[in-house]
């Protein structure tokens, strides 16, 4: 069960930045389905998982062509409301002649799902195997849902992006955390540049009650940080070509492997595995793999060793 933010991406290419008061002809757009929601609830149901989501668009065509996309995907969309109030969330995102993204979010629809709908709900998460969460929606609701989640036993994995400051009992009812560097040093007051800076950040985060942390470390792959220890555990690696949805591939690409009953370490390489093929390819959704294509990634890299 994934809940979280389901939103329009409206992709500019332009060669340089237009100055204020300036116009500029770009050379090109693209309009695709986004929200870290969204993306991580895409990632898991195209390598095999039963995907469910909880999340909250406009009654506007970006809405209605999210909630196509989804059903298209095989999710269960019952659970995503259709604000009369709001329009569908969108990212506004202009990339570079050198690569570089400048995003504004404007969340509308997402803030409309809160605290009172997780408990209404409670019954919906109590059923799941697993709740994903991040932070592009309200946090109160978050905070609501894992409350929730950890009362019926139900494991959590939270992805604590964009990063903001979190209760101790929000973290306390984390079961994964899956924060990327800099997520990690926002959490933990420990800035993380290095494996052992990623490790002192783990620790600190584990004493603050999560049980297992897992930080991604870009091409470097993944730490885990639990009771059991610290272990690295490598990246795949592919010519980078566009790092958008990285970290969203691994979170799905996670879940949906702990959810099989796979243990921590496998589900970290898997989802290492996802995001490798994931930033090899453009685009946000249109970058995520289909199991068949992990597998044949990870068979290739085992002969080439
Ligand atoms: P985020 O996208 O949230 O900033 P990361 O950059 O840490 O997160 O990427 C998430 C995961 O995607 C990494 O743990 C790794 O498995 C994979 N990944 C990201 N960048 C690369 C890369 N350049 N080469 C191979 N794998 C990558």
């Keep these: 069960m994934v809940i979280g933010s389901l939103n329009m991406d409206m992709v500019v290419r332009t060669g340089r930045i237009p100055e204020a008061g300036e116009t500029l002809i770009g050379q090109e757009f693209a309009l695709s389905p986004g929200g870290k929601g969204a993306n991580q609830a895409v990632a898991a149901a195209r390598l095999g998982a039963k995907v469910a989501m909880i999340g909250s668009v406009g ?16 999710i269960d969309t019952r659970h995503i409301a259709k604000s009369a109030a709001r329009a569908t969330g969108v990212a506004s995102i202009i990339v570079d002649g050198d690569g570089e993204n400048r995003i504004i979010v404007v969340p509308g629809a997402n803030t409309e799902l809160q605290a009172k709908d997780m408990e209404r709900l409670e019954e919906v998460i109590r059923e ?4 994903v969460l991040q ?3 309200d946090l109160g609701m978050c905070e609501a849902a894992a409350a929730i ?3 019926h036993g139900v494991p959590v994995i939270l992805n604590p992006a964009p990063a903001q400051e979190l209760s101790s009992g929000m973290l306390a009812a984390v ?10 040093g926002i959490l933990s007051g420990i800035a993380v540049d290095s494996m052992d800076s990623a490790e002192a950040a783990g620790q600190a985060l584990l004493a603050k009650g999560v049980q297992h942390v897992i930080i991604t470390l870009g091409s470097k792959g993944a730490l ?20 958008v949805a ?13 959810a099989a009953g796979s243990s921590l370490e496998e589900a970290v390489r898997f989802g290492n595995a996802v995001g490798a093929l994931a930033v090899g390819k453009r685009g946000a959704i249109p970058s995520l793999p289909r199991l068949a294509e992990v597998e044949r990634f990870l068979e290739e890299t085992e002969a080439a060793q």
């Design 59 to 74: 009654r506007d065509s970006f809405g209605a062509e999210l909630l196509e996309i989804m059903c298209q995907e095989g």
């Design 224 to 243: 885990i940080v639990d009771a059991a220890g610290s272990r690295h555990v490598p990246g795949f690696p592919v010519q980078a070509v566009d790092t």
């Design 128 to 131: 799941a195997e697993m709740i």
């Design 135 to 137: 932070l592009e929606t």
């Design 149 to 151: 989640a950890h009362r």
């Design 175 to 184: 079961t994964y955390l899956t924060p990327n560097e800099t997520e990690a």
């Design 246 to 258: 990285a970290g969203d591939s691994f979170n799905g690409a996670m879940a949906s492997k702990l």
